[in-house]
Each structure stands twice: as C-alpha cells, then as structure tokens.
C-alpha cells in the first residue's frame, strides 16, 4: 500500500496524471477531461475529485509562467475576470433552484455548435471593439454556469478563440482564467476538510507526472501551427460538449 492505494492503483493513478497533462501540454486544457474520465477506475470519486482540484491549480500556474507573456494574459482576460465572481455568487445561490442536467445539456449543445460552426471554415470571430462587453458577459455567463455545474472552461476557450490568439497567448491566457476560477474549488475543499494526509501525499506525488506530461505535451504542441492547433481546440470542444450531453441525458 502507498497513500491508501494499492501499487498497481497507484501506478495507474500516476500514468493517468501524466496522460492528461500531456494533453494539457498539447492544448492547454484537457486534464480534468482525462482524470475524470479514468479516475473513478481505480479511486473512488470524491477521491478522484480531490485529487483533480489539487492538482489543476499547480499545473496552472505552470502552464501561465511556461506559456509567458504574463502580463499579457492579464489583459487579455481582464474582461472575462470583471464579472466571473459575482456569476459564480450567483450561480452557487441558485445550485438548488436549477436542473443541473438541463444546465449541462444546455452548455453542451451551445459548445457542440460553436466548434462545428468553426470547422466547417466560418469563424466566429469577435471584432476588438467588442471584445470588451463581450468578454464581460462571457466572464459572467461561465460564473453562473461554474457555479451551478463546476464547469466553466469550455466558456473560457470560445472567448479566447473568439478574439483569435496564437497557441502561446491562448495557453497562458487560459491558465490564467483556470488558476482564479479553480481557486474557488480548492478552497472549498480545504475549507471543509475534504483534504486528508493520504490524499495530499498523493497530490503531491502525481504533480511530477503530471508536470512531466505537460513538458513532452508542450514540445509536441510547439510543432503546431496555429492553424492546426485551432482545429484541435475546437475538436477537442466538440468532444467535450458531446460528453456534457451524454451526461445530462444519463442524469449524472
């Protein structure tokens, strides 16, 4: 036993780290899209959970400083960032008034068609004297949704591929976006005493595969123009809205 797990679990927990941090490296989102995934194989889910939300923060704040241009993601998410708190206020305050699955079911078609519309050759592109009010009801928009489903990237993702930034400027933009939303949830979890001895050594343990993914991830990604990373940010999308819809359809 290690951490509460047994070595072959703990082995595949550390493989499945270092797969979605590749493909964070790659894209600059994914993780969660991984773990999620394979996780409730060999953990259970609140497990499973904790030890995501520990994890994403990290790596994060790792892909902002290892994307650069730091400062430039400031400004180019500042717009977003305005609303997103007072959103996810209110979409915490009305968790228990809104079907979650209708929510998700919502989102995912909302995100399905904004990949496909993209793909078929057209763009959705938002001109810069709009990205301002656009980016403000989009930053409150993924507060609300964030708030009532704990899923606000893929709102994140259509603003910044809406105002049309390189590979190296959309992955430090999103780590930014990420870094202050997930902060919400790790310290929730921390507030409430979700987080034990085993689960943090574990936490702290998978950062190196998960780091090391994201490294091999990053040099692959760098030899991606960034017309072609475009269309796997937006296949990537249509996957993720496909698995929100499944999801609300089977009701969890």
């Known amino acids: 036993m290690i951490f509460g797990f047994e070595w072959l679990d703990f082995l595949a927990v550390l493989t499945i780290f270092f797969l979605g941090g590749f493909l964070k490296g790659v894209l600059g989102f994914g993780l969660p899209l991984i773990t999620m995934s394979l996780l409730p194989f060999v953990s259970p ?3 499973s959970i904790a030890l995501s939300a520990l994890v994403q923060p990290a790596t994060n704040i790792g892909q902002l400083f290892q994307s650069g241009g730091v400062k430039k993601a400031f400004a180019n ?3 977003v960032l305005l609303l997103l708190a007072p ?3 209110l979409g915490a305050w009305y968790l228990s008034a809104l079907d979650g699955n209708v929510i998700l079911l919502l989102v995912g078609m909302m995100v399905v068609l904004f990949a496909a519309y993209n793909l078929t050759g057209f763009r959705i592109s938002i001109p810069e004297k709009k990205q301002r009010p656009v980016g403000i009801a989009n930053g409150f928009v ?3 949704v964030g708030g009532l489903t704990s899923i606000n990237g893929p709102f ?3 603003y910044l591929v ?3 930034l390189d590979r ?4 430090s933009s999103l780590a930014l976006l990420f870094t202050i939303s997930g902060a919400f949830i790790s310290s929730g979890l921390w507030a409430v005493g979700f987080v ?8 702290i343990a998978i950062l190196f595969p998960a780091f090391a993914g994201m490294w091999l991830g990053n040099i692959c990604g760098n030899h991606i123009s960034n017309e072609h990373f475009r269309k796997l940010v937006l296949y990537a999308l249509l996957i993720i809205g496909g698995v929100f819809i499944a999801r609300s359809i089977g009701g969890n």
């Open 45 to 47: 889910i609140e497990v």
């Open 77 to 79: 998410t500042l717009p």
């Open 87 to 89: 959103g996810t206020a």
């Open 142 to 144: 993924a507060g609300v």
């Open 156 to 158: 994140f993702i259509m």
């Open 162 to 164: 809406g105002i049309n």
């Open 168 to 171: 190296q400027a959309f992955r």
């Open 196 to 203: 034990d001895g085993n689960i943090l050594a574990t936490g």
